[in-house]
Each structure stands twice: as structure tokens, then as C-alpha cells.
């Protein structure tokens, strides 16, 4: 069997999530493997200058430039879809036997390709909320018939939360499906976070405690929720790491308060230092159907360093085994914030100790995942 992820983000993407993860670990088993880029003009990009990977990726010509497309449409977007699929079968043809390979799609955004490519197997690694694929929200239709005829298509289906799993059930009572939340390389994570020194760009230690977060920036952060939250605790830096939709101007304007900062996108390998700096982690996502269908990779990075993590309300909060405090509105997050700094500093006992959250993460690692998914697959091929 050949796994071949159709992937939603690029090889190199800063947030190194799910996708990657899964074909590393396959990787290190023997597991034949090959990630194929979202077609973007960065793929093409890198496609001209000949750039080689470690890893077997593959990166497609993009069909058009995503702020195009709702001018395009969808019979057009299909028809050079079709012409993009079929150069793509080409380079597969050197990556991949077609009567083993097992197709991973992340997005609805191929279902066009799906068309022209002869897999035999076809699995949706649902992972996300259907927006979070959309470029453009006048897409959202589009894109929403895709999904449908994905999952009409598919032999089955891998979900990374129950509220993913309950939508596709709605659109196909009988489609083979398998949950699969993500995790983390813990010792992997916390090697690195101990090799790095501690960031010269976060506060220095020693003064106010600090919390952080790291991860996209988009518009699933409650943005008022986090102006309330720095605003109500001006004894307490705050740090703000990643890539974002907005310009740091206008980051500043959303967020005025002194105490917080936003040092935009690091390295992954840098990563783990800035968690490790961190006293407590917070995951501040919008009450909307992204962030109640996440299952977000951070709060498994957060808990391989045994960090304090709180966070608005996500998807199968019940599967962190009391680990990570919910709350939902500014009063319960300031709370919980306060309460969790108060247990680091030593000011207040800790309900759940640094070890609990490490042994969680540790047993909730990429390559039990990887195993889960390849297994997953390997039943239905």
C-alpha cells in the first residue's frame, strides 16, 4: 500500500501540522508515502528551481491564483483543473504504483482533480471546518458541492474530532469512518525546546509571568475575547506567535494594551523554544464552527512541555482528560488565566502536575496516529 496525501498546506508551511507529521512518521516506519503541495504559484515556484526534499514531495501547477476564482467559476475552474490533474498524473507515474495507492485528501479543493487521477482508494482526511479550505467566502458553494462529492466518492473517511465525523454521517450514514485526533512527537518537541535558548525577542525572564500562543493568526482568533483578556491582566505579558492575516498595524490596533506582543511567523525548529518559555499557554479561538470542530496540534506541543494550557471551548474537549481548562467568555478565560499563572508561580497548588500532561502527550504521539491511519486505509484498499 502507498499512501498519497493531497495535502491542504505546503511542505515548508511554518505551522507545521497534521499532514507533514503523518508522512514523517510514515516515513521513519518504511511506510511508502508522497506528499503532494496544495497547487499554489509558491509550488510552481519552487517546481522551476528544481528544489528537492528529503521527503518524496510532489508540487503541482496551480490552476489559477485563488483571488481569481470567483470570477473564474466553477465550469472553468473545473475544466483547468482537469488539465492541471492530468500533468500531475504524469508526475506521480514516478512516485506511485496506482493499483496500491490509497489517495489522503485533506481538501475538497481537488475533488476536481479526483476526476483524472486513478486512485482506487480514496480517503477524505477531514480536519478542519469546510471554511477553513475556502479562499474566498464567495466560494463557500463551490467548494461545499465539492465536499459532497467527495464523500459521495470516497471509500472512507478520517475525522480529527466527533463533530466532523456527526456532518459527514449526515451527508452518508454508510461511509466507513475512523476518528483520529493529532498529537505530537513529545520527545521530539521537548529535545528541541532544550537545545534552544530561550528567545531573545519574548520578554525577559524574570519579571511579569508570561503567557503565549503559537499558531495562526487568522480569523478564527476571538479578537475581542483577546483585547479583554491582555486588558484585564496588565501584571501579565502576553506573546503572540505565528503567521497572521493582518498587518502588525493592525494587530496593534486590535490589541493596544503594552502588555502584548506579536513577533509573526518562526522557524519550526524554534518553535518548541518559545513554548518552553511560555508560563502558560492559552488557546484563544472564535465560538464558531471552526474552533468548536478543532482539535488543535498546539494544545498536544503545549502539554509535551508540561505547560498549563487554557482555551475557549474546542472539539472533544473530554478526550484531554481534564488536562486543559475551558472557559467560554472574557470573565471565565481571565479567571483561568489568572488561576493558572498563580499555579506556576507557586501562589496556588496546580490541580493537574507537569508530569500528567507530559505522559498525556506522550501517549498521544504522531506515530500511534500515523499507525491508526495507515491501518484505517489498509481496510479499505
Not at 475544466?79 to 490509497?102: C, P, T, Y
Request: glycine fraction near 6%; aromatic fraction near 8%.
Amino acid at each position: 500500500m502507498q499512501l498519497v496525501s493531497m495535502s491542504a498546506v505546503t511542505w515548508d508551511f511554518p505551522l507545521r501540522g497534521r499532514t507533514r507529521m503523518l508522512t514523517e512518521s510514515w516515513l521513519r516506519r518504511g511506510q511508502a508515502t508522497t506528499f503532494v503541495q496544495v497547487p499554489s504559484h509558491r509550488s510552481a515556484l519552487e517546481r522551476l528551481l528544481r528544489r528537492r526534499e528529503d521527503a518524496p514531495v510532489v508540487r503541482p501547477w496551480p490552476i489559477q491564483p485563488a483571488r481569481r476564482w470567483p470570477a473564474v467559476g466553477e465550469v472553468a475552474l473545473r475544466r483547468r483543473a482537469a488539465k492541471r490533474a492530468r500533468e500531475l498524473r504524469r508526475q506521480l507515474d514516478r512516485h506511485v504504483s496506482w493499483d496500491s495507492a490509497v489517495a489522503l485528501v485533506v481538501s475538497p479543493i481537488w475533488t476536481p482533480w479526483l476526476e483524472h487521477l486513478p486512485f482506487r482508494t480514496v480517503v477524505y482526511d477531514c480536519i478542519d471546518d469546510l471554511s477553513v479550505h475556502v479562499p474566498d467566502r464567495r466560494l463557500l458553494p463551490i467548494v461545499s458541492r465539492w465536499e459532497d462529492e467527495l464523500v459521495a466518492r470516497a471509500n472512507g473517511a478520517i475525522v480529527s474530532a466527533g463533530v466532523l465525523g456527526a456532518a459527514i454521517r449526515a451527508r452518508r450514514a454508510d461511509l466507513p469512518l475512523a476518528t483520529v485526533h493529532n498529537g505530537v512527537d513529545a520527545e521530539a518537541f521537548r529535545d528541541a525546546a532544550r537545545r534552544e535558548a530561550r528567545p531573545a525577542d519574548l520578554p525577559k525572564p524574570g519579571g511579569a509571568p508570561l503567557v503565549g500562543f503559537v499558531g495562526a493568526l487568522y480569523d478564527w482568533i476571538d479578537w475581542p475575547l483577546v483585547a479583554q483578556g491582555v486588558a484585564a491582566l496588565p501584571g501579565i505579558d502576553f506573546a503572540f506567535v505565528g503567521p497572521s492575516s493582518r498587518s502588525p498595524r493592525e494587530l496593534r490596533e486590535l490589541v493596544p494594551s503594552a502588555n502584548a506582543v506579536f513577533l509573526g511567523p518562526r522557524p519550526f525548529a524554534r518553535v518548541p523554544a518559545y513554548v518552553n518559555a511560555f508560563d502558560v499557554c492559552w488557546v484563544p479561538f472564535r465560538r464558531d464552527a471552526v474552533g468548536l470542530s478543532a482539535n488543535p496540534v498546539k494544545i498536544y506541543e503545549y502539554l509535551a512541555l508540561g505547560r498549563p494550557v487554557v482555551s475557549t471551548p474546542v472539539a472533544d474537549p473530554k478526550s484531554f482528560e481534564g488536562l486543559v481548562t475551558f472557559g467560554s467568555g472574557s470573565d471565565e478565560i481571565v479567571a483561568a488565566l489568572r488561576a493558572a499563572v498563580a499555579g506556576v508561580a507557586g501562589r496556588d497548588r496546580e490541580p493537574v502536575d507537569r508530569a500528567a500532561r507530559e505522559r498525556f502527550a506522550d501517549a498521544n504521539s504522531w506515530d500511534a496516529r500515523a499507525a491508526d491511519v495507515a491501518r484505517f486505509a489498509h481496510s479499505l484498499a
